[in-house]
């Protein structure tokens, strides 16, 4: 008998592990497909140029010395994100392939983890694969799909759901595994919070779904006080982890711009999230404008962004490829939920998910509370900052498609429509990830003509001298070009190998001073920088012309005779962490 029982749990096993590996491709599939078409042909785009050129420069080349070269106040609360990125210059140095491939297989890897999180928690395999699905397709957080300085933030959600995961493993392991689950919960955990800031809220959640994984399962196969055992130690370390982590942050950041105290700054805080009157270019969290982005635009607005792409942006490839990816996904999931012998997930089922997911979607920015330092949009680089509350978005709108496919008269209706609008977002995810990829691809190839210009007009660059380049748009689309005090000075500083060098752009916030040029970059919570005239270059992209700027007077004259409004005229109208809007 007890032959036969080891028997029939090998089989079991077996049978288990040939489904998470078939779920496995499929996911794996989803994700290749959707940046096969792109990935090779991205760059580096702002705050890129910058690390690029500290690292370059840096006279010590090894991991160590790199991660030194960058490690600053500024910076200093994120260690992991500068491990993470010395780590991939010291791998790859100025050549950007690898830095978006790693950045893909670690997006793959936190969609796994997402789906063996789900299948851990007990969900129907339907369930558990389509909420992974549908957020490794969501364009909420296109941004760090493309950006080498959001990189960080993929990785911190990957670590979240491998924290996660060995938690829930944990709670059912002998005695021996316990801690060797604990440990790597740990490091996890440690490695998501210093990476980036957003998931950390999201780990305070864990220990309530740890609780409901532990009355899960079946006390004849683990006795209760075991369980409960394990499952108040777990939660505890936790919890003491996120706190410290919060409070080393709290203590090293210099973003949070609290002059007059932390508890102050909350409540201000607090009061714009429920103001009524936010506009789009305002800054700071906000429930209305968090709705509108991700619940509308990208919601309900998600016909009007697709139109917008067949008839604007009109690609072969990528529609043809688009057909390939819903047609498979419709296959693959509507195969899934008739292998089941379960009907589909109840109405009421489906409406905790969509309340599970609003909760998960306000602690994705729970952590915003503290800072007026957020911008919401649905295409430019400040979307980076919603890859916590997307996860909360996927499950709330598979719970909200599940939700009205209940109301069908038959389960194989449910199951069909089901797929269907699933397999619908996926696609519309897809196209609009794929379009917007098409501007960081164009800006990319627009910062090497501009750079190449550069270094045919001035082969050398006396040390400390500043260069303002005119005649280039700051923008493409959501995509950057160059903008500011630190992306074209730090391409320079690169190719010229000097740290000395300054560079910026003309743009209508450039204003001529008696001592210099000044400049800033958003608002009153960025940066603003003086340029003296002293070793002052503006350099005019279209006319190939180079003018020394030796003071006021000279400036005014520039100008007035070249650029009168300070602003290339064909530039389209954009903002700073917003780009141009596209749809």
Avoid at 77 to 99: K, N, T
């Amino acid at each position: 008998m007890k032959i036969k029982m080891n028997f029939n749990q090998r089989t079991v096993l077996f049978k288990n592990l040939n489904v998470t590996l078939q779920d496995f491709l499929f996911l794996s599939l989803v994700v290749v497909f959707s940046l096969i078409l792109y990935v090779w042909h991205l760059g580096f785009y702002s705050d890129d140029w910058s690390f690029l050129g500290y690292f370059s420069l840096s006279q010590d080349q090894s991991l160590i010395g790199l991660f030194r070269s960058v490690y600053s106040p500024h910076v200093q609360m994120r260690p992991v994100q500068i491990l993470y990125l010395a780590g991939l210059y010291w791998l790859f140095g100025s050549h950007p392939l690898g830095y978006h491939l790693v950045n893909a297989a670690v997006l793959l890897s936190g969609i796994l983890l997402f789906y063996l999180v789900l299948r851990e928690l007990g969900q129907s395999r339907l369930l558990a694969l389509t909420v992974p699905v549908v957020y490794a397709l969501l364009p909420h957080y296109s941004t760090n799909r493309f950006w080498v300085a959001s990189f960080q933030i993929t990785l911190s959600m990957t670590l979240y759901f491998l924290s996660l995961y060995s938690d829930l493993r944990g709670i059912q392991a002998r005695e021996p595994l316990v801690w060797s689950w604990k440990v790597l919960s740990i490091i996890s955990l440690l490695g998501s919070g210093l990476a980036y800031e957003i998931f950390l809220p999201l780990f305070l959640l864990n220990p309530l779904v740890v609780w409901y994984r532990s009355r899960q399962l079946d006390s004849s196969s683990l006795k209760k006080p075991l369980v409960w055992w394990k499952f108040s130690v777990l939660s505890g370390i936790n919890i003491l982890l996120v706190i410290q982590t919060l409070l080393f942050k709290a203590q090293t950041t210099t973003r949070m711009g609290n002059k007059a105290g932390l508890m102050q700054q909350m409540l201000r805080v607090a009061k714009n999230a429920v103001s009524l009157k936010y506009d789009k270019y305002d800054y700071g969290l906000n429930i209305k404008q968090a709705i509108t982005v991700h619940y509308g635009d990208y919601g309900l607005g998600l016909p009007h962004a697709v139109c917008r792409i067949v008839w604007d942006y009109p690609n072969i490839g990528t529609f043809a490829l688009a057909g390939v990816l819903a047609l498979g996904i419709f296959k693959y999931l509507h195969f899934t939920a008739r292998q089941g012998k379960a009907q589909m997930p109840s109405r009421t089922h489906m409406l905790r998910y969509i309340i599970l997911g609003l909760v998960v979607f306000g602690l994705g920015y729970m952590i915003f509370l503290t800072t007026f330092q957020l911008q919401f949009s649905s295409t430019g680089i400040a979307n980076r900052t919603a890859m916590a509350a997307a996860v909360g978005v996927a499950i709330s709108l598979v719970g909200g498609i599940g939700w009205v496919s209940t109301f069908l008269p038959s389960d194989r209706l449910r199951r069909s429509l089901f797929c269907i609008l699933v397999s619908l977002l996926c696609t519309s995810g897809f196209l609009i990830n794929n379009t917007l990829a098409s501007f960081w691809i164009t800006a990319y190839r627009q910062e090497q003509a501009v750079l190449a210009d550069i270094r045919r007009q001035f082969p050398t660059l006396p040390a400390g001298s500043t260069l303002i380049l005119d005649g280039v748009c700051p923008y493409v689309g959501p995509a950057i070009i160059f903008e500011s005090s630190w992306d074209l000075a730090g391409a320079l500083m690169m190719f010229y190998r000097d740290y000395t060098l300054k560079a910026d752009i003309v743009t209508p916030n450039l204003k001529v001073k008696g001592d210099g040029l000044s400049t800033s970059l958003y608002g009153i919570y960025g940066a603003k920088e003086n340029y003296p005239y002293e070793k002052l270059f503006i350099y005019h992209f279209d006319r190939k012309t180079t003018h020394q700027i030796t003071d006021a007077k000279s400036a005014y004259y520039y100008f007035q005779t070249f650029n009168t409004n300070q602003h290339n005229t064909s530039c389209p109208e954009g903002h700073a962490g917003l780009g141009v809007p596209v749809f």
